[in-house]
């Protein structure tokens, strides 16, 4: 039998089988293992992407209050010169605010005129000066204005606000105004507010056995105290507190539970249950004591008449929202609902967002500055870095000698391509702004330091794609009579360049998402003005993002994942353009 048989016949054998078998086996494991990981970076890439566009998408949306609105030239122009310099001294914003009062006459006191003027944007007016400033002949007109809200109230048509449900009332309701201002005292004549009554007696009861729940805790844990022992002054001073703790909870709970079980005994209402209010007579009462048959209560929108309102024309409104729990108020929400049912609200999408500086008002706040600054200093870097990377990369891989020097050179170049990019700002601090006395937070110094960071990629990125370039082409060149430097600029380098840029392109994009190093120059700063030159005073898009993701106001959310959103769609964009440039150009030998 010759030595192929035997060999055949060994791999018929049970053993061999087995081990064959167990080979598939394994190959199948590691496939699937291959399988998973990339379903499970697929996933969380997918859930990092609906987390940011669900919570920045709101910010691309704006809403303003649209209205007519007649200029009165002796309050805006009294000298009737119609010149640039006396219109930029007019107050834009007074005319705004005196239409909006227009459409509640009963706001009369200064807190409540306070309030409602709140729900505008404090650069409410800047459109309209803007438009007046190019086109003085509209003063004496009427024309159309829509003047922006605050975030408050933007944030409140946006969701963040509270679900309102409405029911209309079963029996008659008479309205008699108390000699207190705005109060009013509603009675039914079918117990229309049982229902409300026994639903906010049910919320006693739950608070009550929260109140127990509280207490029973901290009993146990005094028990767990007393147990553990340990210094006596120290240990009586702790359960001291804790006793004091346990009968406020206690009494807390006692006093919810004895409401709760007196179901016809009326209640009075805070600001930590659902909002309950009477629509009458187009008028809105919110309840501050409810009984079964009657409600009492402040007037947030005055009644027209306190005539008697018959079955179905009349209903209760909830605010399923605990006041406590919410950015705005009752009576803002009762106002901005109001406007809302005359159609005086409009929902745009946010240009401003794209065309504005930075502000502490997150309704004004934009990204424009901060892209105009990554602009500046991304041309600092790739002007800086482009030339000498790619100079750096010829030399060292066509022209200098292979010795002990070069070696360390590219040895080190390796290792500063893996150097936290935080040292890189240090560097950028100590060299740039102490010792040459640059100006700090310039984009002039934040695309130096960048610079530096991207240069060790760019540099690999560019002797890899010399490298790629067949021999051959170098060797036709010199045979053909060209010099050694004629041979790689005129035919080497070019062959090469597809590849070079992409690592640029990749290098950039690297270089426009990096935070640290810009903040150790100190382009933290809170920059208002757009640059216009890399000395100015600027600030980039992800040194933005992390200003606003520190602020309190909630709305900045919003504007942080919006600009979470505008710069992974750039950086997508950098990387989608490096690959179509390398499938576009390259060659394959």
Request: proline share 5%; net charge neutral; with cysteine.
């Amino acid at each position: 039998m010759t030595d192929l048989s035997l060999r055949a016949a060994g791999f018929k054998s049970p053993v061999a089988r087995q081990r064959l078998a167990k080979r598939y086996r394994a190959e199948a494991r590691f496939r699937s293992y291959g399988v998973i990981g990339l379903s499970l970076t697929a996933l969380f890439i997918a859930l990092l992407l609906f987390d940011v566009a669900v919570k920045g998408l709101p910010a691309f949306v704006q809403h303003s209050l649209a209205f007519d609105i007649a200029l009165d030239p002796q309050k805006l122009d009294p000298q009737g010169t119609r010149s640039s310099a006396n219109l930029a001294e007019a107050d834009f914003l007074q005319p705004l605010r005196d239409k909006l009062l227009s459409y509640f006459p009963d706001v009369s006191t200064r807190a409540r005129r306070k309030a409602l003027l709140g729900v505008l944007s404090t650069g409410a007016a800047d459109d309209l000066r803007e438009t007046l400033l190019a086109d003085p002949s509209l003063i004496g007109r009427t024309v159309k204005v829509e003047a922006l809200l605050s975030d408050d109230a933007d944030l409140y048509f946006k969701g963040t606000g509270t679900v309102i449900t409405s029911e209309a009332a079963t029996g008659s309701a008479s309205l008699t105004q108390l000699p207190e201002e705005q109060r009013f005292t509603v009675v039914s004549t079918e117990g229309d507010f049982a229902r409300a009554l026994a639903e906010i007696k049910r919320q006693l009861s739950r608070r009550a056995d929260d109140f127990q729940a509280g207490a029973e805790r901290l009993r146990a844990e005094r028990q767990r105290l007393e147990t553990a022992g340990g210094p006596a002054d120290v240990l009586q001073k702790n359960l001291k507190s804790l006793d004091l703790k346990i009968g406020e909870f206690q009494t807390r709970a006692t006093d919810l539970r004895d409401r709760a079980l007196a179901a016809n005994a009326p209640e009075k209402l805070d600001s930590t249950v659902p909002s309950l209010l009477a629509e009458v007579n187009s008028g809105l009462i919110k309840a501050e004591e409810i009984a079964s048959d009657r409600l009492t209560g402040t007037a947030l929108l005055l009644p027209a008449s306190l005539g008697l309102a018959a079955p179905g024309t009349w209903r209760l409104v909830t605010y399923e929202t605990p006041e406590s729990s919410r950015q705005i108020g009752d009576q803002e929400v009762a106002w901005l609902e109001s406007l809302k049912r005359q159609g005086l609200i409009r929902s745009h999408f946010n240009t401003r967002f794209f065309t504005a500086g930075d502000s502490r008002e997150p309704e004004l706040a934009g990204i424009r500055g901060a892209l105009i600054g990554s602009l500046l200093t991304l041309m600092v870097t790739l002007t800086i870095c482009l030339p000498v990377g790619v100079a750096a990369a010829i030399y060292l891989e066509e022209f200098a000698r292979k010795n002990r020097l070069t070696e360390i050179i590219e040895v080190n170049i390796n290792n500063l391509a893996a150097v936290p990019s935080i040292v890189f700002g240090l560097l950028g601090l100590a060299l740039f702004l102490n010792t040459f006395g640059l100006p700090r937070s310039a984009a002039l110094v934040g695309g130096l330091v960048l610079a530096l960071l991207v240069l060790p990629t760019i540099i690999i990125a560019s002797r890899a794609a010399l490298k790629a370039v067949p021999p051959s082409i170098r060797e036709a060149a010199l045979g053909v009579g060209a010099s050694h430097q004629q041979a790689v600029l005129h035919h080497v380098l070019p062959l090469a360049m597809p590849g070079i840029m992409t690592g640029t392109i990749i290098g950039m994009a690297h270089a426009l998402g990096e935070t640290a190093p810009l903040l150790m120059i100190g382009m933290v700063a809170f920059i208002v003005d757009i640059p216009s030159g890399i000395t100015d005073s600027a600030t980039v898009l992800p040194v933005q993002i992390y200003l606003w993701s520190d602020l309190p106001e909630i709305a900045f959310q919003a504007k942080t994942a919006a600009a979470i959103i505008v710069l992974l769609v750039v950086l997508f964009l950098m990387n989608g353009f490096a690959i179509v440039l390398r499938r576009r150009f390259e060659r394959r030998w």
